[in-house]
Nanobody, 110 residues
Framework: VQLQASGGGLAQPGGSLRLSCAGSGSISTFDVRGWYRQAPGEQRELVSSITWIGTVTYADSVKGRFFISRDNDKNTLYLQMNSLKPEDTAVYYC?????WGQGTQVTVSS
């Protein structure tokens, strides 16, 4: 199983980005899928997760601004990030089951 994350980049405060995580190989529909982030000097933290039946969780810091979704047919996980803040700057990682994708850098700056 391999996960390929994309969609990171530079955004202005208040802007939006959409992250994608495409999975290849044998991926179980039942695996919990999530997005994590790690800012410089900080521990990696869970941003959002989604179960196979669509139950979602969000970190308090992103509630109402970030939205997670999944496309089982495409084995792809998404994270829509709106109203971005400088404190959202971090490397974002996707995870499906126990498999991590490579990180994608998100920088929020004017």
């Amino acid at each position: 199983v391999q996960l390929q994350a994309s969609g990171g980049g530079l955004a202005q405060p208040g802007g939006s980005l959409r992250l994608s995580c495409a999975g290849s190989g044998s991926i179980s529909t039942f695996d919990v899928r999530g997005w994590y982030r790690q800012a410089p000097g900080e521990q990696r933290e869970l941003v959002s997760s989604i179960t196979w039946i669509g139950t979602v969780t969000y970190a308090d810091s992103v509630k109402g601004r970030f939205f997670i979704s999944r496309d089982n047919d495409k084995n792809t996980l998404y994270l829509q990030m709106n109203s971005l803040k400088p404190e959202d700057t971090a490397v974002y990682y996707c995870k499906i089951g126990s498999i991590w994708g490579q990180g994608t850098q998100v920088t929020v700056s004017s």
